[in-house]
């Protein structure tokens, strides 16, 4: 089964700060990594993606970076805003079977005033 | 255009009991999925569709069944609940890969007794 180790479990950052979370995965069945983020009571929306032929992508704060030979890619949220506040996960195409994304375990994101 | 729709919102059951989960997605998407979402266990893929008249097996899909009738809707049953499933459930829908964006609906939040 494939491994997708997401870190921190959670964390605190004060407005106007940076964000980071990072995934680690063993293998994957192709390049495409997205993170999705989830507000309290709500299901996740998937906030950004790479499909790495570049190792970097950027959408207004957002950005991933992906480090294919260290099997890790992390999300960064840059000048973090309280309205960042959520759950974020990553995920990776899951080896083997098709048709099947494996989710990290969550990242809670509090952004205080 | 409502997008992932999931009925009912919340139900508490008591062991033993059964119950069905209806998703309905108005996007015309081949592919369709039921998660569960655990405190620290992140999002765990229960089962999945890859088009109508078609199911396949999740990481956890012990102790429950499928069917995919029609290609709008995906329903997960449960014939005799355990406490060990009180979680929340997620449907989700695909165009045509796991690679494409995955629309989740707003959950199930269930409570077995």
């Known amino acids: 089964q494939q491994q997708v180790k997401q870190s921190p479990q959670s964390l605190i950052v004060q407005k106007g700060g940076i964000s980071i979370i990072n995934c680690a995965y063993e293998?994957?069945?192709?390049?495409?990594f997205p993170w999705y983020q989830q507000f309290p009571g709500k299901g996740p929306a998937l906030l950004i993606a790479?499909?790495?032929?570049?190792s970097e992508k950027k959408e207004g704060r957002f950005t991933i970076s992906f480090n294919k030979s260290a099997k890790q890619f992390s999300l960064h949220i840059m000048d973090s805003q309280p309205g960042d506040s959520a759950t974020y996960f990553c995920?990776?195409?899951?080896?083997?079977?098709?048709?099947?994304?494996?989710f990290g375990t969550g990242t809670r994101l509090q952004v205080t005033l | 255009n409502a997008g992932v729709t999931q009925t009912p919102k919340f139900r508490v059951l008591k062991t033993g009991q059964s119950m069905t989960l209806l998703c309905a997605q108005d996007m015309n998407h081949e592919y369709m999925y039921w998660y569960r979402q655990d405190p620290g266990m992140g999002l765990r893929l229960i089962h999945y569709?890859?088009?109508?008249?078609?199911?396949a097996k999740g990481e956890v899909p012990d102790g429950y069944n499928v069917s995919r009738l029609k290609k709008q809707n995906f329903l997960l049953g449960l014939e005799s609940a355990a406490p060990s499933q009180t979680s929340v459930y997620f449907c989700?829908?695909?165009?045509?890969?796991?690679?494409?964006?995955?629309?989740f609906g707003p959950g199930t939040r269930l409570t077995v007794t």
């Open positions: 569709s890859v088009g109508e008249g078609t199911t």
């Open positions: 790479i499909r790495p032929d570049v």
């Open positions: 989700a829908s695909s165009r045509d890969r796991e690679i494409d964006e995955q629309y």
């Open positions: 293998n994957t069945a192709f390049d495409y």
């Open positions: 995920a990776v195409p899951n080896t083997g079977t098709a048709s099947k994304l494996t």
